[in-house]
């Protein structure tokens, strides 16, 4: 293999499988390396192997940033649309889930396979298997990658490595890394899009529940959802928990409105003097019989509707549809769907994703302090943040 490149695309999952392709087709000589042996696992893992691969309402107020509008220009300029164009044109059959969010209809080795297609078409070169050794700039501005198959060289070099999330199948700190080398500051990480898990007196209370899920409307910092909850062993997970997790911060309630649209205060007073069981009444509301019970027994309130005195009345209604829970914490990158935080978007220009003080340097995806919700969010953004970097390294 020649040694000597264009440019060096460091990582060869989605952002940089999209940064490839373009800059390939920009007419730069491209390589691509990963330490992995396998093309995008993330990719092929995402979305139960279906890949939730855009949002068609990806728009920069639903992305996480210390700059909340430094995402704006790459959406701009490669947006959902643009990304469904190419899903299109490769035939690949999709369909619209829910909120948005699109999924193939067979598998989500498809995009892969349209991504190598889009490099392959674009003559890139691809080298895994090639664990990255160590990264240095020449005074004549060009890059060396040291990697355990050799030294690659190039005057662009883009940094596609990732996160933290999912260690299990490879992620690494090496871009963070890399970043700090040339001097540009990384923001505090944590795991993001994750479950959230129970003190142990809730989690001894909760545990018969593992599997029980409920429709709820969750608050957390700045961060307010409404969909399905589900209870696990260790705590809470499913889609409205893993959105206001990238919101939560150590030491913050949760705070859960379990019947979202009832008006609690109202359907107790109607039944105030019933011989009914309180469990069995708010069962009649949706939630599963030993969800109720369960709950009611935390909060010591299983008792017979007409036994509820007007001020418990009032009170359970608060507890019910301001249910404030502190997690003790998440169930960190081994489950966590991205990272938050990342290279600072101070140090980068976001219209080329290049760092300003470093020509030829570019971050893109996840590694970057852009962190998207849930449902296909985080893969538009490794899209657009490649596809800008590829036009521009």
């Known amino acids: 293999m020649n040694k ?26 491209v390589l691509l390396l990963d330490h992995a042996q396998k093309l995008a696992e993330k990719i092929r893992i995402s979305g139960g192997g279906r890949c939730n691969f855009t949002n068609i309402d990806a728009k920069p107020d639903r992305y996480l940033s210390d700059n909340p509008h430094f995402c704006r220009s790459a959406l701009a300029q490669f947006g959902p649309q643009d990304f469904i164009a190419m899903v299109e044109r490769h035939g690949i059959a999709y369909h619209e889930k829910k909120l948005g969010q699109l999924f193939c209809d067979d598998s989500s080795q498809q995009i892969i396979d ?19 050794l160590s990264v240095s700039k020449a005074e004549d501005g060009i890059f060396t990658v040291e990697t355990a198959l050799g030294s690659f060289t190039a005057s662009s070099l883009v940094v596609a490595t990732g996160g933290l999330s999912i260690p299990q199948i490879g992620a690494t700190p090496l871009g963070y890394r890399i970043a700090e080398q040339f001097g540009l500051p990384v923001t505090t990480l944590s795991p993001a899009l994750v479950p959230l898990t129970f003190h142990v007196e809730d ?26 909850v589900l209870f696990t062993h260790k705590g809470l997970s499913g889609p409205v928990i893993l ?5 939560w911060e150590p030491g913050m309630e949760v705070v859960i409105n379990l019947l979202p649209d009832c008006d609690v205060q109202a359907f107790l007073d ?13 069962a009649e509301l949706g939630w599963p019989k030993r969800f109720a019970e369960a709950w009611l027994a935390r909060l010591g309130f299983n008792v017979r509707l007409k036994d509820l005195s007007v001020k418990k009345r009032i009170q359970l209604a608060e ?6 829970i502190k997690p003790n914490g998440t169930q960190g990158y081994k489950k966590a769907e991205v990272t938050r935080g990342g290279v600072s978007t ?13 020509p030829g340097l570019f971050f893109i995806g996840e590694v970057v302090d852009v962190t998207g919700w849930l449902g296909g969010y985080n893969f538009q953004w490794a899209w657009s943040s490649g596809y800008v970097a590829g036009k521009n390294c």
């Open 346 to 358: 101070k140090a980068l220009s976001s219209k080329t994703m290049e760092a300003k003080q470093v």
């Open 270 to 282: 109607e039944r105030q003097g019933s011989e009914q069981l309180l469990s069995n009444a708010l």
């Open 114 to 132: 349209m991504l190598d297609a889009e490099c392959s078409v674009a003559d890139v070169q691809r080298q895994m298997g090639a664990s990255i």
């Open 203 to 228: 989690a001894e209370a909760f545990a018969p529940l593992a599997g029980v899920s409920l429709d709820v409307e969750v608050r957390a910092g700045k961060g307010r959802f409404r969909e399905q």
């Open 4 to 29: 000597s490149f264009d440019v060096i695309v460091l990582g060869a999952g989605a952002a940089g499988m999209m940064c490839a392709a373009v800059a390939g087709q920009q007419g730069r000589k």
């Open 243 to 247: 959105q206001v997790s990238s919101y």
């Open 319 to 324: 507890l019910v549809q301001h249910w404030r």
